[in-house]
């Protein structure tokens, strides 16, 4: 049983969106503790005013100051998933690598129904994707 998030503020990713007509699924990455310190949970960098850089090509501890490259940080983290089944409505939960792929051209986080193997996808725009049963 997946525990979900309780607010926006301990994630640093998530989304909860239909997929085709009779799918939908909820995504949320949790944000992890200072490799370095232990002490804070990573975030991206803050302007001087206080607001969050969202295009920060970086993560940075709020306590000791410690910095990390994004993609080397999020690949590191694990995506949590509630979904429906477009294809055969079953109802389930997983636990993937927070690694996105180019698929059709839209970055996607690729997982597959547990019950009927299915392809599918949580596109980093919202796209939709048309299954042509290409991996």
Known sequence: ???????????????????????KAKCWVYRQKCPK???????KPRDSKGKIKIRANEYVCPECGYKVEKDEYESSLTAYIKYTCPKCEY???IEIP??????Q?????????QKCKNSI?????????????ED
């Not at 310190?37 to 975030?43: E, F, I, N, P, R």
């Not at 996808?121 to 049963?133: A, F, R, V, W």
């Open 1 to 23: 049983m997946l525990i979900e998030s309780k607010s926006m503020e301990e994630c640093i990713y998530f989304t909860n969106r239909p997929i085709d007509s009779k799918g």
């Open 37 to 43: 310190c232990g002490k804070a949970l990573m975030s």
């Open 91 to 93: 109802n389930g939960e």
């Open 98 to 103: 927070f690694k996105r792929k180019k698929v």
């Open 105 to 113: 051209g839209v970055e996607a986080l690729k997982f597959e129904c």
């Open 121 to 133: 996808y949580i596109t980093k725009k919202m796209k939709e994707l048309k299954n042509k049963g």
